[in-house]
């Protein structure tokens, strides 16, 4: 049987060792003349039992499990939805002026403003700033086609 004591370690092992001894510093159970002194003892440790001693008189670390992403729920879907097509209607407005995109973005506020109000559910903020996007998502497309019909005669 081998004795694990003996077993030879990595550096990735000397790594991990240090981390601990760094957490503990940062609790207060080292300081930092102890730290160092550990730390060049546990780069120099060629085994575990070496090691281990580095840290022997030090609780075992705790970790903790990264706490769960939570999904977006449906109200912050419908509020992400109201503001895209409000962003889009607003961002139409200046751009009408100086480029005939505007027409583009005007119509991807429209599009989307009546798929958003499709979904349902949307809460009284979320209605009214799909509306505003749409109203003004309408800007540069009336604006263009009041041009069309201005120089089509």
Same mark, same amino acid.
């Given at each position: 049987m081998t004795d694990v004591s003996r077993m030879r370690v990595s550096d990735a092992?000397?790594?991990a060792i240090v981390a601990e001894l760094q957490q503990a510093a940062?609790?207060?159970?080292?300081?930092?003349?102890?730290?160092?002194?550990? $730390?060049?003892?546990a780069y120099a440790a060629v085994t575990w039992a070496e090691l281990e001693q580095v840290v022997d008189d030090l609780p075992e670390?705790?970790?903790?499990?990264?706490?769960?992403?939570?999904? $977006?729920?449906?109200?912050?879907l419908a509020r992400v939805r109201s503001l895209t097509v409000l962003s889009l209607g607003a961002a139409a407005v200046p751009v009408t002026f100086s480029s005939p995109w505007a027409g583009v973005l005007g119509g991807a506020a429209l599009v989307l403003?009546?798929?958003?109000?499709?979904?349902?559910?949307?809460?009284?903020?979320?209605?009214?700033?799909?509306?505003?996007? $749409?109203m003004l998502g309408v800007v540069p497309i009336g604006f263009f086609s009041f041009l069309l019909l201005l120089f089509s005669t």
């Open positions: 092992d000397r790594d940062v609790e207060g159970r080292l300081s930092l003349d102890e730290l160092d002194e550990r $730390m060049a003892e670390p705790v970790y903790q499990e990264p706490a769960p992403v939570e999904e $977006m729920t449906h109200a912050g403003g009546a798929f958003a109000l499709g979904v349902g559910d949307n809460s009284r903020f979320d209605r009214n700033a799909v509306i505003g996007g $749409m």
